[in-house]
Every structure is written in C-alpha cells, then in structure tokens.
C-alpha cells in the first residue's frame, strides 16, 4: 500500500483503529472515482465527511476529558483540515473535484498531524491512565467504598 511505511502509529489503539481506517477511506478515493460508479462515490465522498469529522470529535472529547494541555492548538489543527475538507465537498458538488489532490491531501495531513500532534495528547493521556491505574496499586482500598 502507498505510503504504508510512512503511516505513523500511535501505540493507542483507540485512535490507531480511526486513522486506519481514515487511511483506507482515502485509499479509496482514486479507485471509486475512476470506476465511474457515481453511487459508490457518493457514498464514499460522504463517508469521509462524517468519519472524519467524528474521528476529529473523538479526539476532542478526549482531550477535554483529561483537560489536555495543547487542546486549542490541536482544536484548530482539526478545524483548519475540516475547512479544507469543506472546499473538497464544494468542488465534488460542482463537479470538479480532482481525487487525486484530495487523497493526497487527507493522506499527507493525517501522517503530519498524527505524528506531531496527536502523539502528545496521547502522552498525556497515557500520563493519566497511569496515575489512574496506579490507585489501586498504590494501596488505595477499593473494598471498602461499598
Ligand atoms: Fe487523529
Ligand atoms: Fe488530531
């Protein structure tokens, strides 16, 4: 597959699934649009809008949940992609979107942006889990709570 081995992991699973299968909604790109099947592409083009845009709320809300630090920059990673996402959309409705930029682009922004920003949310939040798991270990007594 292009690009495999330029595909950054997370080692966190949750979001590793996400933009696996980011990854293969934009690898699909090219092909469904050069098969000419217009109800394939359709649905596609709408996929791609509605799991990116779910995978960008995921991460938020994590980062929210564990009051991460970088969150505003990373929030605005997000919309700035989603703008752009929006111009796609625009040209597939009027008719002159070039699948290869936009499968290029997504691919290319979600290899850049894994790597540089989604991997300290998920250093934070490993953090957190840590001191979460560390509870118990730590000696707190979970049976007496009840
Ligand atoms: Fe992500
Ligand atoms: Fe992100």
Redesign the pocket.
Known sequence: MAYQEERYTLGFPEMDSQHEYLYDLFDSIEPVFTSGNLSATERLVHEIEHYFIF??EC?EHLMRMYNTPSFAV?QS??ERAQQKLLQFLDDYEASRLNPAAMRIFFTGWLME??KL??SE?VTWVKECRKSFRGLRSAGTDFDHID
């Open positions: 995978h960008c991460e990373h990673d997000h942006h894994s920003s989604d949310y």
